[in-house]
């Protein structure tokens, strides 16, 4: 198979964290977009990458943070909106029920489990030890800290962070842009 050379949009932990799993997954890594930083391994700025990187040779991966979910979700829209293709990354050693039920742009990692019949949108990130329960709905632009539990039927609205060890009870419903706290467990009803 042939994969696209990738750029890793975000230079810092995540992007890091990023470099390793694509160099994992067998793609060519490139180097990083970065649009405030300059150093080592960073190509340039998006406005650089746009007159300089063909779309059709390259793809990038999103690695902005949590920090400004609306922000990281502009840029995912202008990187779309340039040609550029940004990649599914599913580690092999994930278990994901059905694949056709993820979405552009996620990223999901080692040990993590997408179970019977959820659905998970773009630009998720899903960490190490979560778990999205079936018949679950993860909807655009969210976070699942590690070892976060969706349980059965829940829905988790954009622009979300749902933190470290935190339990979503079954059923529940989380409203977009919420920001659930590590260890906190959320039951609504």
């Not at 990130?125 to 709905?137: A, M």
């Amino acid at each position: 198979m042939n994969k696209k050379k990738i750029l890793i949009y975000g230079s810092k932990e995540f992007g890091k964290v990023m470099k390793g799993l694509v160099e994992y997954l067998g793609y060519p890594f490139q180097g990083y977009i970065d649009d405030i930083y300059q150093g080592e391994e960073i190509v340039g700025t998006f406005e650089y990458v746009k007159k300089k990187i063909p779309a059709n040779e390259y793809a990038i991966v999103i690695a902005v943070g949590y920090r400004d979910l609306s922000a990281r979700w502009v840029i995912y829209r202008e990187v779309r909106k340039n040609s550029y293709e940004v990649p599914t990354l599913i580690h092999d050693k994930a278990y994901v029920h059905d694949k056709k039920k993820i979405g552009q742009g996620t990223i999901i990692m080692a040990g993590a489990v997408i179970d019977y019949n959820a659905v998970v949108g773009e630009l998720v990130t899903v960490w190490p030890g979560v778990v999205v329960n079936h018949d679950c709905n993860i909807g655009n632009n969210i976070f699942l800290s590690p070892n976060a539990t969706i349980c059965g039927g829940a829905r988790i609205g954009e622009d979300s962070f749902i933190g470290a060890g935190s339990i979503i009870i079954e059923h529940n419903d989380i409203p977009p842009k919420s920001f659930i706290k590590a260890g906190q467990t959320y039951f609504n009803h």
